[in-house]
């Protein structure tokens, strides 16, 4: 199994026509996933051909759903326009909604985020500007590499896209379920808690990869999170121990003001409740496959 992206998930690209929905759509196709078609309100009706394979650009997420059975979008469109897009893919009751674009207003974020849960949370969004999901072996859905792992049983998941695929490369060997980036914005719509919950309930996850980084408190509420709820094993990262106070790093929500969102804290927070936290990537790599050999 995989955590809500398998290799029966048939994925359309919002954006399909531009010049990343196209690189990573050719990506994704080569990786085996099952991309069925595009959206691109003003080349509807028009084909893209991916090395030998063709597929038809929709004018509405709506049209695409009815024509291809898709569940799962990527979204590939430029910052002005993302919020309309995720907003019509809600519309049309897609299960899945990957937001790759990075540079969206909070704003913007926030209000598709409140609009996907007025209308019931039956699509479920991860991102903004992170690097999709990946369950290798099965399918992969925005930009993460599919050949630099293998399937496994360990459940990934992270707010930085290098630093998902950094981890999946060193684990590679011990291999992964699912792999998700949630993205470093302040606003987000999976959280850590979602997909540690996911990968709790999940029979063929065995343990847990959670990678944070700086700013806000998401890995504390991830922390306690665990402590109530979650009896795998897991192992943290977080990113920044070296980041000066008061300046962002990288992504959006990345800023510590005073004491609170250090990486310190974070890492006190996850070892309070059994995490075992390495002080580098590699470290923390060698904690999971440590790990997974007693297991």
């Known amino acids: ?6 290799e029966n998930s048939k994925i359309i690209i919002q954006g399909i026509t531009g010049s990343e929905g ?6 994704m196709l080569a990786s085996g996933a099952q991309v069925v078609g595009g959206v691109n309100a003003r080349k509807a009706g028009q084909t893209v051909d991916f090395d ?7 004018g509405t997420v709506k049209e695409a759903m009815a024509q291809t059975g898709a569940d799962v979008s990527v979204v590939f469109v430029p910052p002005k326009f993302t919020k309309d897009a995720v907003v019509e893919a809600v519309d049309a009751g897609i299960g899945l909604c990957v937001v790759i674009t990075e540079g969206i207003p909070v704003h913007d974020t926030a209000y598709f985020w409140a609009y996907a849960e007025e209308k019931g949370n039956k ?3 991860i991102g903004p500007n992170c690097p999709g999901i990946a369950s290798p072996g099965k399918s992969n859905a925005g930009i993460i590499p599919a050949d630099i792992t293998t399937p496994g049983r360990i459940g990934l998941v992270s707010k930085s896209g290098t630093l998902t695929y950094q981890m999946m490369y060193e684990l590679r060997d011990v291999g992964f379920s699912t792999c998700v980036g949630i993205g470093g914005d302040p606003v987000i719509g999976t959280t850590h808690i979602d997909a540690l919950k996911a990968f709790q309930d999940d029979p063929d996850t065995d343990a847990i990869v959670m990678i944070g980084e ?4 998401a890995e504390e509420r991830a922390a306690a999170y665990i402590e109530q709820h979650v009896t795998k094993p897991v192992v943290g990262y977080v990113a920044g121990f070296t980041a000066p106070e008061g300046k962002t790093m990288g992504h959006a929500g990345a800023i510590v003001s005073g004491s ?3 990486a310190q804290a974070k890492k006190d927070a996850l070892e309070k409740v059994g995490v ?3 002080k580098t990537p590699s470290e923390a790599a060698v904690l ?5 050999k007693n297991l």
């Open 1 to 6: 199994m995989a955590i809500w992206l398998t």
């Open 22 to 27: 196209t690189k990573h759509g050719r990506r």
């Open 52 to 58: 030998g394979t063709t597929l038809p650009v929709f």
């Open 123 to 125: 699509t479920r969004i």
């Open 214 to 217: 700086i700013g806000g408190d």
């Open 260 to 262: 609170a969102g250090t």
């Open 276 to 278: 075992r936290v390495g």
């Open 288 to 292: 999971m496959r440590d790990i997974m």
